[in-house]
């Protein structure tokens, strides 16, 4: 069956095959809602959609949500949108230098060294396994800077900074969620 509709707890849940176009979709689910075994005098039914790994559009949206209301059955309580991932890394071994400024517009694994006055600007994620002494600065969503070596650095998040930082091991994060910078590590001292 392409569309498989599972009764979790208080709601239904409709499982999506991928392999369906997005017209298949929605008469599928228009098939379910006018099932009779679905109506009940003064209830509503509060349905999830899954839609697996599928990257939906918004005109499939807004046409999901106008078959649901004029329906008048189905109480949409959400769907699962899955998140694109970055897959592109680049890994840097080099020695950045004083007055060098070393750019990237993907994640970075850096496994070189970062003198005083060296900037690494990434747009996404540092990993920085050698020395840094420098200016680590990432900019982006959920951007975060994970570090193993850190005297005397600064790291810069989407234009909050953190100066002076010395430690061992330490994952920075730009969270939201959070209110704040979130800052983990065992530190030197």
């Avoid at 991932?85 to 060098?100: P, V």
């Avoid at 750019?103 to 690494?120: C, H, K, S, T, W």
Wanted: proline share 3%; charged share 20%.
């Amino acid at each position: 069956m392409k569309i498989q509709v599972k009764g979790i707890n208080d709601h239904l849940l409709f499982v999506i095959d991928e392999t369906l176009s997005e017209a298949e979709v929605l008469v599928g689910i228009t098939d379910w809602i006018d099932n009779p075994l679905l109506h009940k005098e003064g209830y509503f039914i509060r349905a999830y959609f899954d839609f697996g790994q599928r990257l939906l559009s918004r005109q499939f949206l807004f046409a999901l949500l106008d078959v649901l209301t004029t329906s008048q059955q189905v109480l949409f309580c959400g769907f699962n949108q899955p998140c694109p991932t970055k897959t592109e890394m680049t890994h840097l071994s080099m020695t950045i230098r004083n007055g060098e400024v070393v750019q990237a517009d993907e994640d970075v694994v850096f496994d070189g060294r970062i003198n005083p006055g060296g900037y690494l600007r990434v747009q996404g994620n540092v990993y920085a396994l050698g020395e840094v002494r420098g200016v680590i600065e990432v900019h982006g969503p959920n951007a975060h800077i994970s570090a193993t070596h850190l005297v005397d650095a600064t790291l810069c998040i989407n234009q909050k900074r953190l100066e002076h930082v010395s430690t061992r091991t330490l994952r920075l994060y730009d969270d939201v969620s959070h209110d704040g910078d979130i800052l983990e590590g065992d530190s030197d001292g």
